[in-house]
């Protein structure tokens, strides 16, 4: 045996080389490999869950390649993070979870590591707060407390850096707004983040309805948020409400339907009162200038297809009967419109001879 300069070796050279790969070689088995660690492996936390039958990835200090996969084997280590850490790979398909926000969230390494000692965290946290907005909440509107202090992980997460509870908002946010968070909690509960992501738009201190594709006018500006949304308490809720007159107010339509759905046809946002329609089948050319209040003629307002003619003209049922005598049953004495289509003396003649149709009557 040489140098490389063409050299031979001692014998001495030679053994000592031979007990010193004898001595890796042996290490390497007696370790399982450990030899080779850069540092610790974690040793778990107060409250262990077990996977794979260890606790910790201390339990794995002696079985190297249960996270390092030989290079030869093409195996992604990000893989066999996952064959341990399941729930993590369910979680990656729901984005409703920490890890299903991530883009890359298969990329444990990015996040996490290892062999930094026993008592060591698993997370490196550096560089979350400009990327906090991949985990579905943005910190756009929380650069500082209440108390003008740049916030901290601990003042939302406390000691654990990715457990959360909602009741932190709440905390937070009563020292400075301690009224309206009462109200607030009591009406939507305290789930904050089934709404909220940190970058809510709101102008003038209000929500922008607008934005959602139902503007709110009129009568609707000064409506309470839990007046139409009356079970919803989350997000894709609000986003899923109503978005037609009916789909609020059929529940309470004094119509009965007996005007179909297109309540814009008569009604605006302004008011229930003042509405207009159309009222081509009996032209309204009754009254001053073609006016007259809708309860003069239909004294119930929850049943407009009931009318009565005698509060303007000076007849009885007595009267009627004897001026049409042989022409109108009993039963059709309240039913003038059943001859006098057009409110019109001769009985049939004046359906035409009314207003154009189309013409709108205000009352």
Not at 221 to 246: D, I, K
Request: charged share 25%.
């Amino acid at each position: 045996m040489t140098h490389l300069d063409g050299t031979p070796l001692s014998r001495l050279g030679v053994a000592l080389a031979l007990v010193a790969v004898v001595g890796v070689v042996t290490a390497a088995t007696v370790t399982g490999g450990g030899i080779f660690s850069p540092g610790a492996l974690h040793a778990g936390d107060s409250t262990p869950s077990t996977l794979q039958g260890v606790t910790s990835h201390a339990g794995l200090s002696r079985q190297c390649g249960a996270c390092h996969a030989a290079p030869w084997s093409g195996t992604r280590m990000d893989a066999q993070c996952l064959d341990c850490h399941r729930d993590v790979r369910r979680a990656l398909s729901d984005t409703s979870t920490l890890h299903g926000h991530l883009a890359d969230a298969s990329a444990c390494i990015s996040c996490h590591t290892e062999h930094r000692g026993a008592t060591a965290g698993l997370t490196r946290v550096e560089g979350f707060g400009s990327a906090h907005g991949e985990f579905g909440f943005s910190l756009a509107a929380h650069r500082t407390t209440s108390g003008g202090t740049p916030f901290g992980c601990s003042d939302c997460h406390g000691s654990e850096s990715f457990t959360f509870e909602t009741t932190r908002c709440e905390s937070c946010h009563r020292d400075y707004q301690e009224a309206f968070i009462a109200r607030h909690v009591r009406e939507w509960g305290s789930d904050c983040q089934s709404c909220h992501d940190g970058a809510d738009r709101f102008t003038g201190g209000a929500f922008a309805h607008d934005t959602t594709g139902f503007v709110l006018d009129g009568g609707h500006v000064s409506t309470a948020c839990v007046s139409c949304h009356t079970e919803t308490r989350t997000l894709e809720g609000f986003r899923g409400g109503p978005t037609t007159c009916v789909g609020c107010h059929r529940a309470d339509d004094e119509h009965r339907g007996e005007f179909g759905d297109d309540c814009a046809a008569c009604h605006t946002t302004a008011s229930w009162e003042g509405a207009t329609m159309e009222h081509n089948d009996f032209p309204l050319d009754h009254g001053e200038e073609g006016r007259i209040a809708c309860k003069t003629c239909h004294e119930n307002p929850k049943d407009y297809k009931a009318y009565t003619c005698y509060n303007c003209h000076e007849h009885s049922p007595a009267r009627v009967q004897a001026q049409h005598r042989g022409e109108v049953s009993t039963r059709n004495l309240d039913d003038c419109v059943r001859c006098h289509r057009g409110g019109d003396e001769e009985g049939g003649e004046g359906h035409e001879r009314g207003r154009r149709r189309g013409d709108r009557d205000e009352h």
